[in-house]
């Protein structure tokens, strides 16, 4: 078993996710991945780790458990509520070396830095300077991070800190939830990078990486999420069931121009080719969508399609991870990109 095992049989996950006094909390992931990650980070007795997303308190627990009573662990969420649960449930445990904090994770939290090890249950637009800077030579951050600027097209990547520089050792299949400025809400929407939504008749949205070329009043993503909705061409894809974090990180590195992205019902991800006059996806069960069933979308879908089963349908932990500058106002860090 591993360090991060053993400590799990210690701490009473259902007090956290499902507190008698809260109830069942929304923001939580599920705990074979919060393992998982945990046993990643490398987390060690005397440790300063801090972790981006708070949620339930489980994972702080298990983060205190394994810097022991020298070790501090440092826990943010942008959702206050949650941060006074947790800290309630971390006393009622007897859990006094985790210190929960109502602030914005995407900067990080320099009143306790250097960390050790930084986690993050979140995905920021791009890997954060702060997170770099406030990390001691050598050390480690596990986190979520977008492989496009799309929603839900994530990696989560081991990135050790060198000489004030992040190198990327490892990336996993999986992702969480988008670090937004404020408490989300709505479960089911995109936190980031959608270009349009509709609530009525009934919810659907669209993302488009073509978004630079729209107009203000999105009229692109507007008439391609419509197409989509509206007298649309069905058909199943002939493969086998879809593997969808392989066939989503395998589009994220087409690096196509009019890759984009749809939720054309609450349950559904989907993913495809769209353009202002024409659009096609795959959604997660295997359905085709289309504007037309000689859409030139829908031709070009196929091709990816095509290339994908090709290449093996390849797992995202084979893709080579690079990291490259990015530098703006409020977006100074680094984007993760991934290629064959």
Known sequence: MTAVADVAETIPERHYTHHE????????????????????????????????????????????QLVGPT??????????????????????????????????????????????????????????????????????????????ALPNMTVVAKIRVSGGKPAVEAVFTGGYIEATASPK?????????????NRFPAPSWISIAWRENDDHLHTGARTALARLL???HTEPY???????????TFAATLDDPQLTMAGLNPDLWAIGHSTPTTGAVLQQDGTIVADHPDSPSLSILRDWLIAWEDAGRPAPETYTPTLASHD?????????RLTT
């Not at 006094?21 to 929304?26: I, K, N, S, V, Y």
């Not at 998982?36 to 780790?49: A, F, I, K, M």
């Not at 649960?85 to 006094?96: D, K, P, S, T």
């Not at 703006?328 to 993760?336: A, I, K, S, V, Y």
Request: proline residues 8%; glycine residues 12%; aromatic residues 8%.
């Open 238 to 248: 002939d493969g086998s069931e879809i593997d969808w974090p392989s066939w989503r």
């Open 328 to 336: 703006e106002p409020g977006m100074t860090g680094w984007n993760l």
């Open 230 to 232: 509206k007298g649309a």
């Open 71 to 148: 070790g501090t662990v440092t826990s943010l969420d942008i959702d206050d509520y949650l941060v006074k649960w947790a800290n309630l449930i971390h006393h009622e445990q007897g859990v006094n070396n985790v210190h929960c904090f109502a602030a914005d994770g995407t900067t990080g939290f320099a009143q306790c830095a250097p960390y050790d090890r930084v986690v993050a249950w979140c995905t920021p637009p791009l890997l954060p300077k702060a997170w770099v800077d406030q990390v001691v030579d050598g050390g480690l951050i596990v986190a979520p991070l977008p492989i496009t």
């Open 185 to 197: 809400t709505d479960l089911d929407l995109p936190g980031r990078w959608v270009d349009w939504e």
């Open 21 to 64: 006094g809260r109830g069942a909390t929304p923001h939580r992931s599920n705990p074979v991945v919060i393992h998982r990650e945990l046993t990643t980070l490398d987390v060690h007795p005397g440790h300063n780790v801090a972790e981006f997303g708070t949620g339930s308190g489980y994972s702080g627990a298990l983060l205190a």
